[in-house]
Structure formats: C-alpha cells, structure tokens
C-alpha cells in the first residue's frame, strides 16, 4: 500500500441510505482485462446500516494480512472498495481463471461472496473515477466527513456531488444477486461482478 493514494466518497442512494467508496487513483493496466470482486458481509448494528468499528477492523484485516498478499502473488491490482447495507465489496483486476486468487481467499469466511467478469476497458474503474471527479469538483465547503477507515489508505475525503451520475448503468447490489449464492468452499467458481455505480447523491446544501 505504500505510495498508492486513495480517497473516500460518501455518497447517497435514492432511498437515503448511504454508501461509502474507497477509490484508487492509478492507471489502468489494460493487460489485467478482468474484474474480480470479493463480498464480504458484516452485521448490520448501526442506524446507518454501515459497518461499526469492530467490522471496519475485520475488514482491515482481510485486507492486510489475506487480500494484499494474494493480490501481491498473483498480480491482481486492487482499485476500490464499496460498502453499504451489510456489505464491503473489493475491486481488483487480474487475468487469466480467479479460481487460485478464491483459493487463497475462502478459508477467511465461509460467507464471502466471488464475482469475476471481463472488462479489458476497465470499465468498472471508469465510474468509480467518474464519482470520484465529480466529487472533487465540489467546493470544499460542500465536503462532508466520511467515516475513517484505515488513515494510511487514504490521501484525502470528499463527498460526492449531489446529481451528477457515473456513465456505466449498473445498480447499487450486485447482478449476481439474482442467482442463489454459494457459499465459499475451498475450491468455489467466481459469479459475475457486481457493479460499481451508486445511487442519486444527497443534494448539498
């Protein structure tokens, strides 16, 4: 993680409920032409739906001790983290079958979810740069604080703009959904990804 810089955007989806992006700026690598998402759910104990202090350091440990390593081994590149209503989802890009990236990742909790689909465009990382502009574009006084995640990941916290949209059409839960999901052996196949836009941000006052 050393030297990457990410930000954090609080956005807003139609129905209020919030939903936190962790993004990556780098460029894309277009030879790593899939996307690999992995679901990790957490309980739901806040009014806010999002994670409490005990998830938050779970999944800080997911990330650093399971995720950063096999991403390292592997060549996978991890560009963003989502989290709402009960789930943290991680964005990476790799090549070629995910099934040793699962491997390596399973064991940690039989309740994560796999999605993996091609996107030689980085299509994904597209909108969550997209947010991330449009966010940018705010003036400082139209900023609100995002819940600290892990300081050292971050470079700065902004909110998104209240209207604008990212391009992609994709929902706020994942397509996947819309199958049973299995859950994670030792062995699992990957599902499809599950989309990076969010929904209608709150509007600035």
């Not at 900023?143 to 929902?171: D, F, H, N, V, Y």
Request: a positive charge; aromatic letters at 8%; proline letters at 9%.
């Amino acid at each position: 993680m050393d030297g990457e810089v990410w930000h954090l955007v609080e956005a807003k989806r139609d129905d209020g409920a919030p939903t936190i992006f962790r993004i990556r700026e780098l460029e894309p690598r277009r030879e790593l032409s899939r996307i690999f998402v992995v679901e990790m759910p957490y309980p739901i104990t806040e009014l806010s739906r999002l994670p409490n202090a005990t998830a938050y350091r779970r999944l800080a440990q997911f990330e650093e001790q399971w995720l950063g390593p096999a991403c390292s081994a592997l060549g996978y590149e991890l560009v963003g983290v989502k989290i709402e209503e009960g789930s943290f989802f991680l964005y990476m890009y790799g090549e070629g079958d995910p099934t040793d990236l699962i491997s390596r990742l399973a064991p940690f909790d039989v309740a994560l979810g796999f999605y993996d689909d091609a996107d030689p465009d980085w299509g994904e990382y597209s909108t969550l740069r997209d947010l991330l502009e449009q966010a940018k574009a705010l003036p400082p006084e139209a900023r609100e604080l995002a819940p600290a995640l892990t300081g050292r990941q971050r470079a700065a916290t902004i909110a998104a703009p209240s209207k604008a949209r990212p391009k992609a059409k994709a929902a706020a839960k994942p397509k996947a959904k819309a199958a049973a999901k299995k859950k994670a052996a030792a062995k699992p196949a990957a599902k499809k990804k599950p989309a990076a836009k969010p929904a209608r941000k709150k509007k600035r006052r």
